[in-house]
């Protein structure tokens, strides 16, 4: 009998990771409002239950009365308000995913051998516009209006009160930690339905690790695919979002906007719509093709991304740098260099995969596996094997660089981001050699370099 080759470090690293990554949101909130790393604050001294109350009761009262882990956990109308939000915004980005006009692309052959290639919709380039049009310029409000000496209530539309999402940061990010871990519980209970095709890399009949993977391959609601829908659409679009909440709310307290608030916005903007313009892209990375749809991409896509990638623009609003302009140059040239490097390889990898024979690639070399698939060998992926993560570090890179070199706080993302790059490479790397066996061994030495050519 075949050993189930875990990841992660198994289920007591899947448990592990599902309490720490929610904590670490929480806190990164935390230290982004007080410019530095603290832990004094996160529990409080005092609570409403008395010392010999028992460990556990004592702990679960300061845990409610933790402003860090628990914000607005006793302010209930905040608590809701907020909860309600998170729940529109996800409504509202299915509704635009269901009515806008989209493009119907086949993804990649499902991995059962059927042959079976799933349809997605893809709009989510459009619904990105029109959702910042209604912010903008479209969200509703009741005035009162003094017509002929009589008061009227009329329905108006204008800018949305973006700042709304500053003041309450931490408690947004807390209620969608815990909707994102209703969203797993259902789709793992969901996933024991008849005849779905689950995923192979969360199918190990442990409980805790196949919520933490996900069991389902493709989870979908008739034709609204929960996987590639959640990938793009509500923790993405709502990152720029909190971005845009930042820049409002400094402007408000300044009276003026800095060029690192004003860079961080583009970079990390132009990265967001550079995503949702290359959707299609999404359809042949491992995520959709091979992960499961569990606690770790739910969370990541609804949680993670919008609340600790939008840190860098949340900090300064309170400790903004004003580097000078010489400073903030250099810094638009590391960006634009990793985004050369990151969409030209996306782009060159993409473009190779729908059409080997269209003009822009048909020059490249590459390698015959005896799969019957081509591995790239020249271009950018003669280069490194993995070139573009290199890219995208060197973005990432760029927006902490923004917020100058006073606090480590804002360095989490290019910490994290290279930690999570190596360990991706690692997995591909082990994945791809059982796909192609030997092959993968004569490629490597073809491409010896995974990140750096000529380094690493």
């Given amino acids: ?50 010392a010999d109350s028992g460990f556990v009761t004592l702990f679960l009262s300061k845990l409610v009365d933790s402003s860090v882990l628990c914000p607005s956990c006793t302010n209930y109308p905040v608590l809701i308000s907020c909860a309600s939000v998170i729940i529109l915004w996800f409504l509202f980005q299915v509704l635009l995913e269901r009515i806008l006009p989209c493009e119907i692309v ?12 799933l349809p997605y919709r893809i709009n989510g380039h459009l619904g990105f516009w029109v959702a ?11 005035i009162e209006i003094n017509e002929g000496g009589s008061i009227k209530q009329i329905l108006v539309f204008g800018r ?35 005849g779905l095709l689950l995923a192979a890399g969360g199918n190990s009949g442990n409980a805790v690790y196949d919520f933490f993977m996900g069991r389902e391959l493709n989870p979908r609601f008739g034709t609204f695919d929960w996987k590639e829908f959640c990938e793009l659409r509500p923790g993405l679009i ?60 739910v969370f990541g896509d609804l949680a993670w991304v919008p609340f600790t990638y939008s840190l860098q623009s949340r900090y300064l609003v309170d400790y903004d740098p004003h580097l000078p302009l010489p400073v903030l140059a250099a810094i638009v040239g590391v960006n634009c260099l990793g985004y050369l490097v990151f969409r030209g390889a996306n782009g060159q990898k993409d473009a190779f995969r729908r059409d080997p024979n269209a003009a822009e690639v048909s020059h490249l070399t590459y390698l015959q596996t005896k799969r019957g698939t ?58 791809c050699k059982e796909k192609y066996g030997d092959d993968w061994d004569k490629y490597k030495a073809i491409v010896p370099y995974r990140f750096i050519p000529g380094v690493i």
């Fill in 374 to 431: 081509k591995l790239l060998t020249s271009g950018w992926w003669g280069m490194a094997r993995k070139i573009n993560y290199s890219g995208d570090w060197l973005m990432g890179l760029s927006w902490c660089m923004v917020c100058g070199f006073e606090s480590i706080v804002p360095y989490y993302y290019a910490i994290y981001f290279a930690i999570l790059l190596i360990h991706r490479s690692i997995r591909d790397d082990h994945m």
């Fill in 1 to 50: 009998m075949k050993t189930f080759d875990y990841e992660f470090g198994g289920p007591v690293g899947a448990f592990g990771t599902m309490l720490f990554l929610p904590l670490v949101t929480l806190l990164l909130t935390h230290w982004a409002s007080v410019g530095r790393i603290e832990f004094d604050t996160i529990l409080p001294t005092e609570t409403s239950c008395s």
């Fill in 238 to 297: 709502g990152w720029m979002i909190l971005n845009l909440a930042m820049m409002s709310k400094q402007y408000e307290r300044m009276g003026y906007v800095t060029g690192s608030m004003i860079l961080i916005n583009i970079f990390q903007g132009l990265y967001v719509w550079d995503a949702l313009y290359q959707e299609r892209a999404i359809l042949t990375t491992m995520d959709i093709t091979t992960d499961g749809f569990g606690f770790m991409l």
């Fill in 160 to 194: 949305a009160p973006m700042t709304w999402l500053y003041d309450n940061y931490s408690t947004l990010a807390f209620v969608t930690i815990v909707l994102a871990t209703l969203l797993s519980a259902y789709l793992y209970m969901k996933s024991f339905g008849k």
């Fill in 106 to 117: 086949l993804g990649a052959p499902l991995p059962d051998g059927s042959g079976k290639r």
């Fill in 132 to 142: 910042l049009l209604v912010l903008d310029v479209g969200w509703p409000r009741w």
